[in-house]
Structure formats: C-alpha cells, structure tokens
C-alpha cells in the first residue's frame, strides 16, 4: 500500500516510476488467495480510514463498489457485545481482491514482478541476479523494515535509522466449518486466538483466522501443518464445534504488524537519493502505510518543482 500510493502519485503527475516486487503479483498483505468459488485474504482483514486524506481515497473505492462498510453481527465470548461498534467504526472490507486496490493505486507506474531487490545503492538498485540498475531520481523502498535492513549495507546511517524497529508476527488460516455462532466476525477472548472473519466470497463456511502474537510467538518456527493443527484444535474448543475444521490454506506474516516504528512518514539520505517508507516507518495499518507513500510523493513534486523554479 505505501509503495503503490507513492508509485502511483509520482506517476500521475509525469514521471517515470518502476516498481519492482519479488512476488507474482503486487498486495504484499494485502494479497489474496484463491479458492475455487472465488477469492478470500489471509492478509490485512479490513481497512480503516479515521482520518483525511485517506477517508476520501476511501470514499472513491465505496463509490466505485470496490469496498463497503463492514456490516453483520460480531461475536464476543457467548454474546454480542459492543466491541463491534467501538473497534469497527470507520472499518471497510473489500468486495474485490484487495491486490487489486493495489494495482488501481499503482496508475501508470510501470510494475516488473518475480524481480527480486538485493540492495540498495546511492540512486541505484541492485537485483538478485547481479543486474544493476541506476540513474534513478530517487529510489524508494516500502517494505517492512526487517527485511529492507540488509539491504542497506551501502548506507549505513540509513540502515541505523531503522534499528530499533520491532514487528511482531501473526499466523493466519483459511479455514472451513459447520456449526458455531451466526456471525461475521468472531473476537475470541482467548491468548491462541485473536479474530475469524467470514469470507463472503471464498464459498460457504470459509473463515480467515488469525493467531494472538502470543500463539505465532510460540509456533514462529513451527511447520505450518502443527501450526494449522494446533490452531484448529484451539477454534473448535472455543466455539464448540461438533464437526472437524477443514483446513484450506496458512500463511507466517513474520512481519505482520510494527510494534515500535521510526516516526513521520518516511526517512531519508539526501546524499544518497533513498527513502524508506511504510508501516515501520508511519505506524500500523493500511492508512498509515498510504499516508506514508502519499506525502512522500508530495514531498518530491514540491522539492522538484521549487528546483525548476
């Protein structure tokens, strides 16, 4: 989300941008998974917008029917409870892909995937496969911090910026059942489990679950099968299901939510022409992660701008 907003603000006010993705596609969590009936999302399970400009962007997408409000009954414990209203307010899902409000982000930016980023290098990148590519303006990376922290071994006061930067982990699961509360969301109340949310379009029953930071914590280095496992066992204790939990799909986000972060909206090395935006940078979620990208981009137009004039 931060890249595509910068990449795609740069891009609709003239410049040239690439966009490089070591994946097949771009989402990064916000990818999605398909299933035979449709699609569902291991990733981020909603998007809030509390505050402008992103309440607009948001906005846009409800016009456009790219997303709505999130709606339906939540479940807390044995009862319907205000969680719901309070944390939920300002909540939006999706009704397409969510990687897709990735690409509508991106315009005209010039997306190359399955490329992926080695270093990093005063206006210059260099990919896994030893090609070079330099002369840039500027270039920015927008991924979580732990892993752009390699990257930088030719920047090391960047790279020193970025270390106290901590992100903590969440397993999540597609998993399918009969049975438990009439619900679209379920807040366990639990140290194993955090959050299932109803995937409307992946096919009847289809939930996304989501570990605590407690249970992933715990099974960081496990396989994904015991991780499944232990998981399932956990759902059906908690909701008392009768029947097994079939289990569809698990995805390790090690880098799944930043637990301390730089501050602002981006840090920079003039000298070099690098910046690193997102998450680890801004704050958690996808609004911080956009507002990142966003005024980055600002940023550069006005300081261009200001040197032509």
């Not at 997306?111 to 206006?123: I, N």
């Not at 397993?171 to 949310?197: C, Q, T, Y």
């Amino acid at each position: 989300m931060a890249g595509a907003s910068c990449a795609g603000a740069l891009a609709a006010v003239g410049w040239e941008v690439e966009v490089f993705d070591k994946a097949r596609a771009a989402g990064g969590r916000l990818s999605t998974q398909r299933t035979e009936p449709g699609w569902a999302t291991l990733g981020t399970p909603f998007i809030s917008a509390r505050r402008e400009p992103f309440r607009s962007q948001v906005r846009d997408w409800v016009r456009q029917g790219w997303v709505v409000p999130v709606r339906g009954k939540v479940w807390q414990g044995r009862a319907t409870v205000s969680w719901g209203e309070a944390q939920l307010q300002n909540h939006f899902r999706p009704t397409i892909e969510p990687s897709q409000l990735v690409r509508q982000l991106l315009g005209a930016a010039r997306l190359h995937t399955g490329l992926r980023v080695a270093s990093l290098q005063p206006r210059t990148i260099i990919l896994e496969n030893g090609e070079r590519r330099g002369d840039y303006d500027c270039v920015i990376c927008a991924i979580p911090t732990p892993q752009a922290i390699p990257m930088l071994d030719a920047l090391p006061l960047l790279r020193e910026r970025l270390d106290e930067v901590r992100y903590r982990p969440i397993w999540s699961f597609l998993m399918r059942w009969e049975g438990g509360p009439a619900a679209d969301v379920i807040k366990f109340d639990d140290h194993l489990l955090n959050l299932a949310v109803r995937q409307p379009f992946g096919g009847p029953g289809l939930w996304a679950v989501y570990g605590s930071h407690e249970f992933t914590e715990t099974y960081l280095e496990a396989s994904a099968m015991e991780a499944s496992n232990r998981a399932a066992s956990a759902l059906m204790g908690l909701l008392g299901l009768a029947w097994p939990v079939e289990i569809e799909a698990s995805h390790l986000w090690r880098h799944a939510r930043p637990h301390t972060t730089v501050g602002g909206f981006w840090v920079s090395s003039r000298e070099s022409r690098v910046a690193l935006i997102g998450d680890g940078i801004a704050g958690v979620g996808v609004e911080r992660a956009w507002e990142s990208g966003t005024r980055l981009a600002q940023a550069l137009v006005q300081a261009r701008e200001e040197l032509l004039i």
